[in-house]
């Protein structure tokens, strides 16, 4: 198995509750290594084709507006199974249930909003690691 890249995106929530140096820690205690780093505000269209596989969902519109609310640490992680491994780190999307050990689990919970604040984006295959990496650092 060869060397992977993943997107990993610490969402306006995470950034918020001083959570990036956190975030980016577990991820490089697990072993993984940065290879692309940046903060940015992101714009309405950059989010629209991120999430292009949502449009139409009744949760997409509070999802864009939850990603324009605030800065969000954009990161390429590489290393061999990122993807998954990046993914199983951050744990299942629903914060609440999530599994403790996870990101989601320990740093997350529902607040009573229309979208899930869950702190972490992780691609979810090889194929959408390359088009979203291709988005945020063109
Ligand atoms: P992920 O891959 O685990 O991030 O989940 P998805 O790709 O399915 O969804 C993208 C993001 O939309 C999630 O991380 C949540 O922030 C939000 N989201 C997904 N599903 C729901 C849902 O059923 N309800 C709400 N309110 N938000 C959701
Ligand atoms: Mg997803």
Do not use: C
């Amino acid at each position: 198995m060869s060397t992977e890249r993943t997107l990993v995106l610490v969402k306006p929530d995470g950034v918020a509750r001083g959570l990036t140096g956190t975030v980016l820690a577990r991820i490089e205690a697990k072993g993984y290594t940065i290879a692309e780093l940046k903060q940015v505000h992101a714009t309405r269209e950059l989010l629209e084709e991120h999430y292009a596989e949502h449009v139409g969902k009744p949760f997409f519109e509070p999802l864009v507006e939850f990603m324009l609310s605030g800065p969000v640490v954009a990161a390429v992680f590489e290393g061999q199974r990122v993807i998954e491994g990046f993914r199983s780190l951050a744990g299942t999307t629903e914060p609440t249930t999530a599994a403790p050990g996870t990101i989601r689990g320990d740093f997350g919970r529902d607040w009573g909003l229309k979208v899930q604040q869950n702190l972490v984006h992780g691609s979810d295959s090889a194929e959408s690691a390359e088009r979203e990496i291709g988005i945020w650092f063109a």
